[in-house]
């Protein structure tokens, strides 16, 4: 059974860092694609983050975090620094397989996803 599990959520003051994980099991993710999504309450989910063949930010994220992954494969890591309380959200990770995953930073295109950990900033 495939699971997705992340860590490393929390409050924080507006300026600070979190870096979040997402460990995978149950199968070998070396050649999947991963991603970051978010979604704050009222709001849809959001792409954040992804890497797939090459690293994808979004605008509103780009420069302040960084998308990486260990060399399994099956654990992901999302340093995020100056965060902003526009940053406050769920943030959950994703896998989908790299040949299938198109566009990355369309949520449906992902099969596995963890359950999320609310990071909150506070200003």
């Known amino acids: 059974q495939v699971q997705l599990v992340e860590s490393g959520g929390g409050l924080v003051q507006a300026g600070g860092s979190l870096r979040l994980s997402c460990t995978a099991s149950g199968r070998t993710f070396s050649n999947y694609a991963w991603a970051w999504f978010r979604q704050a309450p009222g709001k849809e989910r959001e792409f954040v983050a992804a890497s797939v063949w090459s690293d994808d930010y979004a605008d509103s994220v780009k420069g302040r975090f960084t998308i990486s992954r260990d060399s399994a494969g099956n654990t992901v890591y999302l340093q995020m620094n100056s965060l902003k309380s526009e940053d406050t959200a769920v943030y959950s990770c994703?896998?989908?397989?790299?040949?299938?995953?198109?566009?990355?930073?369309?949520?449906?295109?992902?099969?596995?996803w963890g359950q999320g950990t609310q990071v909150t900033v506070s200003s």
């Open positions: 994703a896998a989908g397989p790299r040949t299938m995953v198109n566009p990355i930073r369309v949520w449906t295109e992902y099969d596995y």
